[in-house]
């Protein structure tokens, strides 16, 4: 953990031009020498972050405009012919691998609550504790900087409260946690065998070796307080109450994701939530409630997906198709059984309303084993009632960005032979989310624009599968170049002052 403040120009900008001659190396498609998009503005704000008063934005902005570039210099998950070179590893794989890019736990959350009058009604949580690399690891040795000190954490949380009595809803978003130990912040985590912790400022995830019990707190004054535990369902073990994602095998994926982001990911369904929140000037305590949680890293490679240098790796977005997102959701159902999906938003939006969901999985418990049986699904997303929220989620008057808030399912398995033995794909899931409320957006620490809604799950079949409760992600619908407008005006537009 760090308090105290160092000077970091002059290293940021020997690591950008480490990174600009490692991308030299690889040639375009024309075999000229591919260079970093707006380079002198990086470099040139960089050398500013020992006098700007906002170092940590102007860092995480540097760091998205690398785009696939910015793990250069960092560890990176090995792939072999498009295998991962080694296993997963637990509990040891639960801690953040601080040497790697870019890292977090997700928490989603449904909660039936009582606030402090006796009112009962609804709540839901949406946190991520998120970390990345500011500088790659030579630059690290040469300085003698830990983990700590060059990571880039944040906190982002969401509350949304909807009460029985008035039928009325209230969304709550976290004022800005964002921390860099070498500009003061405070930011630790776990080494591996350790209790799980994870930190960053005044907000914390702390469990077991195997994180669960997780306990969340987040402290953001009279804003926002949570403090939340999150525990296992009654019929899985502690040790096997997650589930691998990644690419697909017989039983789950293997717990990496591939080439050009090889990384690691997997999941908690189904966990169970204890607690008190406050916001809005009301405390509510938890009666009931399920949640999901995610562990995500994702580096960048300069690769492509069939492992060669990348020819085009700053041009996979076409200027006349501006889009370069996805949307994903979770849901929790009422019988015990969960899915989960993602579908991309490639070159514009659909002209169909139809977005292919190309990765999910079903889970259903494996009540013997205690632990998941995870089936690999894929379908169709039916996407519509496209609303605009300005891309600075606290000011109403800049730029809008679209996106479906409306979303049908019918999903099915990929195999059929799975769906036999679990004897429940064979009706496809099919269904509608249905939003808790008519917000859900926030800004990243770099300013990018995401957004996260509650939302219920009504079955159409629901003999086969239940009702659900869950969330719906959408993320890079903010048109490429707009955010690199707003992303470069903000390093082009710098009142640099001197810190006291």
Not at 122 to 137: A, E, N, Y
Not at 153 to 178: G, H, L, P
Not at 337 to 351: R, V
Request: glycine share 8%; hydrophobic share 30%.
């Amino acid at each position: 953990m760090s308090t105290t403040t160092q000077n970091v120009a002059a290293a940021i900008q020997k690591y950008l031009e480490s990174v600009k001659t490692t991308i030299g190396k690889i040639n375009d498609s024309d075999g000229n020498p591919i260079q970093i998009p707006n380079y002198a503005d990086l470099y040139t704000a960089a050398g500013k972050l020992d006098t700007v008063d906002n170092p940590t934005e102007i860092m995480y902005t540097i760091n998205s405009l690398l785009g696939r570039a910015n793990n250069v210099g960092s560890e990176s998950v090995q792939f072999d012919n498009g295998q991962p070179t080694s296993q997963l590893s637990f509990p040891q794989d639960h801690a953040l691998h601080p040497k790697m890019g870019s890292e977090w736990y997700w928490i989603g959350c449904h909660l039936d609550v009582t606030d402090e009058n006796g009112n009962k009604g609804k709540l839901s949580i949406m946190d991520t504790m998120q970390k990345i690399r500011s500088v790659g690891t030579d630059i690290q040795a040469e300085n003698n900087w830990t983990d700590e000190q060059v990571a880039l954490t944040c906190n982002i949380a969401t509350v949304t409260v909807k009460m029985d009595a008035n039928d009325e809803t209230s969304y709550y978003r976290r004022t800005k946690n964002q921390q860099w130990g070498l500009k003061g912040g405070t930011t630790s985590f776990s080494k591996p065998g350790d209790a799980f912790s994870f930190i960053s400022g005044a907000d914390s995830l702390t469990g077991s070796i195997d994180v669960l019990p997780l306990r969340l707190v987040v402290n953001d004054g009279d804003n926002m307080q949570i403090d939340i535990t999150l525990t296992k369902s009654y019929f899985v073990d502690t040790e096997s109450s997650f589930f691998l994602q990644g690419m697909p095998t017989k039983n789950g994926g293997t717990g990496f994701t591939p080439l050009p982001t090889p990384g690691m990911y997997y999941s908690w369904p189904q966990v169970q939530v204890t607690g008190i929140i406050s916001v809005g000037g009301k405390t509510y305590k938890v009666d009931a409630g399920t949640g999901w949680i995610d562990h995500q890293l994702m580096t960048a490679s300069l690769l492509n997906s069939k492992g060669q240098p990348d020819t085009k790796l700053f041009q996979h977005t076409p200027t006349n198709f501006p889009i370069n997102g996805w949307i994903w959701q979770y849901f929790n159902l009422e019988n015990d059984t969960s899915f989960t999906g993602a579908g991309f938003i490639l070159g514009d939006y659909p002209t169909n309303n139809t977005v292919k969901m190309d990765y999910g999985y079903f889970l259903q418990p494996n009540y013997e084993n205690k632990s998941w049986n995870a089936t690999f699904i894929l379908g169709n997303i039916d996407v519509d009632d496209y609303q605009e929220f300005p891309s600075d989620c606290n000011n109403p008057h800049s730029t809008p960005v679209k996106i479906p808030i409306k979303r049908d399912y019918k999903l099915y398995s990929v195999d059929g032979s799975l769906a036999e033995e679990l004897a429940l794909l064979f009706h496809p899931i099919e269904g509608q989310a249905i939003p808790w409320f008519n917000n859900g957006t926030f800004n990243n620490p770099d300013g990018s624009f995401c957004a996260e809604f509650p939302a219920n799950f009504v079955s159409g079949n629901p003999n086969s599968h239940p009702n659900g409760v869950g969330y719906l992600e959408s993320v890079g619908l903010e048109e490429v170049n707009q955010y690199r407008a707003y992303a470069l005006s903000v390093l082009q537009g710098l009142v640099f002052e001197t810190t006291e």
